[in-house]
């Protein structure tokens, strides 16, 4: 084939994935004569996850579009917020707990696997179960598999689950979800969790929730007021309004395991979210 030069652009927000020489306006690439733009657009670092639109010579054009010699390329980012068919579910990566957490306390579908299990199973799971899979390792975001991806911008938690809000735009029920495992929560009283209660929690509170999936108890408790905060948060800037607050009497929330910390200092169940 004969290679074609084209000349490409990036908007601001893919500025982070490309060479600096490529953050300045248009660059020539040259191109084999035969890969799809969208495989242009990866070798120069972009996620195709992250791409909203292509426009070429000033008419939208497909990823699978080959360019041509002498084509002027515009590379789009994904509009805010992004819509999917049905309510967004997602899947973290490794990396990703303590974000994966985050969504959970909003009640926002987000499994998360504790141990790395590979990039190949993951991607499976993301199309076996629909789950938009995110991430902050590109690799993994250009699996063919995927059933659909995200990058995560941020390295901080709460600048993280704000990026997340702010391009799913998921409904939020804080408060109905397993930061543990990500079940969903049901009320229970006081009695029908004796059992999984330590003697000073029993005496001092009595408001109570439990996973209907791995019976993780949940009562207001030490970390209430930072989870609460993250919640209060969360709600004034992104929810609509008609989100669901389940908790019987307002929110209740830190788990038998939040008293058990791990070695890391972080607790196993609600919190440090
Ligand atoms: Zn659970």
Known sequence: MERAEIRIEFVPELHVFVNARRRDGRSAVTTDGSSTLGHVVESLGV????????????????????????????????ARPQRLAGPPRFLLDVHLGTLARRLRL??????????????????????????????????????????AGAYVYSHRPADQLRDVLSRFAPPLAPWTRCTACNGTLREADKTSVRAHLEHGTERSYDVFAQCTACDQVYWRGAHHEQL?????????????????????????????????????????GAGPA
């Open 228 to 268: 609460s905060g993250i919640v209060t948060e969360a709600v004034a800037e992104f929810g609509d309004g008609t989100a669901p607050t389940a908790a019987p009497s307002g929110p209740l929330h830190t788990s038998v395991a939040a008293q058990r910390r791990r070695p890391d200092g972080a607790a196993v």
């Open 106 to 147: 909003l009640g926002v579908d987000a499994a998360y696997e504790s141990t790395d299990i590979g990039d190949p199973a993951l991607a499976a799971r993301s199309a076996a179960e629909q789950r938009v899979l995110l991430s902050r390792d590109r690799g993994l975001l250009h699996r063919r598999e995927l059933w």
């Open 47 to 78: 996620p195709l996850t992250e791409v909203g639109g292509l426009v070429v010579d000033g008419a939208a054009a497909d990823a699978s579009h080959v360019p041509a010699a002498g084509e002027e390329v515009a590379v789009l980012a994904v």
